[in-house]
């Protein structure tokens, strides 16, 4: 996501397109193509999650406990880092006016996980910027994630999260309400284009983990499925979103479930920083711009990569170590 941002955040957004990525691989959108990834493992595991918590007593509120010590803590970081560091340095007002501004309050309103689409702007912060204001561009999403973590507890309330027809139902339904709200057909509203659009790699994710005994890892299959992720960029584009997730979700269950591949098991040793990379990069990227064009310099999209990946890697090393490795240490304790 950092460096599918790097380009439409200094306003560098058509040279992803003329670029050797694109020109090679056809990926239609790489911040669309890391969501999926996202979702995909996203769905594999809160499925296991959910499954592993249902063995034991109050297993539908440990479930819940361990979502919110997993995703809450970083967010709120990033969410106060930027509305109580970032804001007053870098806004253009003076600090009365930032703290009294009704913007700044509707920033922290994020912080309860309701609207669909976070608030972006903090009062004077990024005017100049190419992308106007907006703060963090990556947090919508959470709000979609924590959504999809609901429909499974409902599922499992129901006893049927094991119910691989329903799950398989689930996914048809929704790959139809995609397709119509795609074409605009039939449904024009956005928000149902959007959650529709990231519930297809959640949904093959849950179907991932629930048939992971059945489906068949190796090599050559494998090899097949990353032919027909590149075939499917090529040939459709991005009309071709529901057959790339599925070549996509058999490559990630490779890499994560075959032994002699199992790359997740080698990134995890010095800690799992992924999440705050998601949630830290975008302000920092925001900021290099921003610092770049109070010296009278456009910021390339290289240097916003690089420069913002190494900050972003600082702080989410930090934040892994001093704040979620921390919380994630209640999820052990007891529910009375």
């Known amino acids: 996501m950092l460096f599918a941002h790097s380009f439409a955040l200094t306003g560098n957004g058509g040279a992803y397109v003329s670029g050797m990525i694109y020109k090679i691989f056809r990926v239609p ?7 999926n990834i996202f979702f995909i493992l996203s769905g594999f595991l809160i499925m296991m999650s959910y499954d592993r918590c249902a063995l034991n007593k109050n ?5 819940l406990k361990n979502r919110a010590l997993r995703i809450l803590p970083a967010l709120y970081a990033t969410l106060l880092l930027s509305s109580l560091v970032y804001g ?12 009294s501004d009704k913007d700044f309050w509707l920033y922290l309103c994020n912080v309860t996980l309701l609207p669909l689409n976070f608030f972006q702007v903090l009062p004077g912060v990024f005017p100049n910027n ?8 990556s947090l919508w999403t959470i709000t979609v994630e924590t959504a999809f973590y609901i429909m499974i507890l409902l599922i499992g309330i129901i006893k049927q999260h094991k119910n691989k027809t329903l799950i398989l139902a689930g996914f048809a339904f929704t790959t139809i309400i995609y397709a119509l709200a795609d074409t605009e057909t039939f449904i024009t509203n956005r928000y149902i284009l959007l959650t529709s659009r990231l519930l ?3 949904v093959l994710g849950m179907l991932a983990y629930m048939y992971r005994d059945k489906i068949r890892l190796n090599v050559k299959l494998a090899v097949i499925s990353l032919a027909g992720l590149l075939l499917c960029f090529r040939i459709f584009g991005s009309d071709g979103h529901i057959l790339a997730c599925v070549f996509l979700a058999y490559l990630l269950l490779f890499l994560g479930l075959k032994k002699q591949w199992r790359v997740s098991r080698l990134l995890s040793k010095a800690g799992d920083f992924s999440y705050g990379v998601y949630v830290y990069a975008f302000p920092v990227q925001q900021i290099t711009v921003d610092l770049f064009l109070r010296k ?9 990569f690089f420069i913002s990946l190494s900050f972003t890697l600082v702080l989410a090393i930090l934040s892994w170590h001093f704040i979620e490795k921390k919380f994630l240490k209640f999820k052990h304790s007891r529910l009375t």
């Open 88 to 99: 007053p340095l870098l806004t253009t007002f003076d600090l009365p006016r930032y703290f």
């Open 296 to 304: 009278g310099v456009a910021v390339s999209q290289s240097a916003n």
């Open 200 to 202: 297809i790699p959640f």
């Open 29 to 35: 959108d790489f911040g669309g193509f890391g969501v």
């Open 59 to 63: 297993g539908d509120a440990k479930y």
């Open 130 to 137: 190419p992308y106007t204001s907006a703060i963090n561009g």
